[in-house]
């Protein structure tokens, strides 16, 4: 006796159709459907640093004003003073005219002497710059010297200057180097004068 074949199922033969159809359509869709171009993104730029301004040089402060006799580029030039000095015209005033003499710091100082008394009378002055504190030893120290050696002892460490014993309507002129900053003593080392002859040159 014959088995019977299987049944198999079959729709209709328009259903497969249509999906194999539908099927394919989608298949090519896929492969073959419409590119969308890709617009890659715009490159990222490079950052450049941002200009700086170059500093300006500092403006030079004004500093303090030359003063005369330096020099910019070196050591200060000495200073040249010239100071006149007489002595007055009594035969016994004895004192100094002017009293008071002042000068710079650094400077060449020259002293003009006069003695202004009338030659007649025959009264030697002198104009003796000492260091603080020796007036007295200075004048001890020319009475000492005497009158061989025209009242000064030129050796004495407490003379810083001094012109030579000059007689009425004589000058001598004496050039040193300014000592420090202060006030110093000038006088005049004949015996005897000193006590009212004397006055002060200030260094400032």
Same mark, same amino acid.
């Given at each position: %006796?014959?088995?019977? &074949?299987?049944? /198999?199922?079959? *729709?209709?033969?328009?259903?497969?159709?249509?999906? *194999?159809?539908?099927?394919?359509? /989608?298949? &090519? $869709?896929?492969?073959?459907?419409?590119?969308?171009?890709?617009?890659?993104?715009?490159?990222?730029?490079?950052?450049?640093?941002?200009?700086?301004?170059? =500093?300006?040089?500092?403006? =030079?402060?004004?500093?303090? !004003?030359?003063?005369? #006799?330096?020099?910019?580029? *070196?050591?200060? +030039?000495?200073?040249? +003073?010239?100071?006149? /000095?007489?002595? @007055?015209? *009594? @035969?016994?005033a004895f004192t100094f005219e002017p009293a008071s003499l002042?000068? @710079?710091?650094?400077?060449?100082?020259? $002293?003009?002497?006069?003695?202004?008394?009338? =030659?007649?009378?025959?009264?030697?002055?002198?104009?003796?710059? $000492?260091?603080?504190?020796?007036?007295?030893?200075? /004048?001890? !120290?020319?009475?000492?010297?005497?009158?061989?050696?025209?009242?000064?002892?030129?050796?004495?460490? #407490?003379?810083?200057?001094?012109?030579?014993?000059?007689?009425?309507?004589?000058?001598?002129? $004496?050039?040193?180097?300014?000592?420090?900053?202060?006030?110093?003593?000038?006088?005049?080392?004949?015996?005897?004068?000193?006590?009212? %002859?004397?006055? !002060?040159?200030?260094?400032?």
């Amino acid at each position: %006796m014959r088995e019977a &074949a299987p049944i /198999v199922a079959r *729709g209709p033969r328009w259903a497969t159709t249509l999906a *194999g159809t539908v099927l394919l359509t /989608v298949i &090519a $869709v896929g492969c073959s459907g419409t590119l969308v171009p890709i617009t890659p993104p715009p490159p990222t730029p490079t950052p450049r640093p941002e200009p700086t301004e170059s =500093p300006e040089p500092p403006s =030079p402060s004004p500093g303090p !004003s030359a003063s005369a #006799g330096a020099s910019p580029s *070196g050591p200060p +030039v000495p200073v040249e +003073v010239t100071l006149t /000095v007489a002595t @007055a015209a *009594g @035969a016994e005033a004895f004192t100094f005219e002017p009293a008071s003499l002042t000068a @710079a710091a650094g400077s060449t100082i020259t $002293v003009q002497f006069t003695n202004a008394t009338d =030659p007649a009378d025959e009264v030697g002055h002198n104009w003796v710059l $000492v260091k603080p504190g020796q007036e007295a030893s200075v /004048v001890a !120290s020319a009475l000492a010297a005497g009158d061989g050696r025209d009242w000064l002892d030129e050796g004495d460490p #407490g003379i810083i200057a001094a012109t030579r014993l000059i007689e009425g309507n004589q000058h001598d002129d $004496v050039t040193f180097d300014a000592p420090p900053p202060g006030t110093y003593t000038f006088l005049c080392t004949f015996p005897e004068h000193y006590p009212t %002859m004397q006055g !002060s040159l200030t260094i400032n």
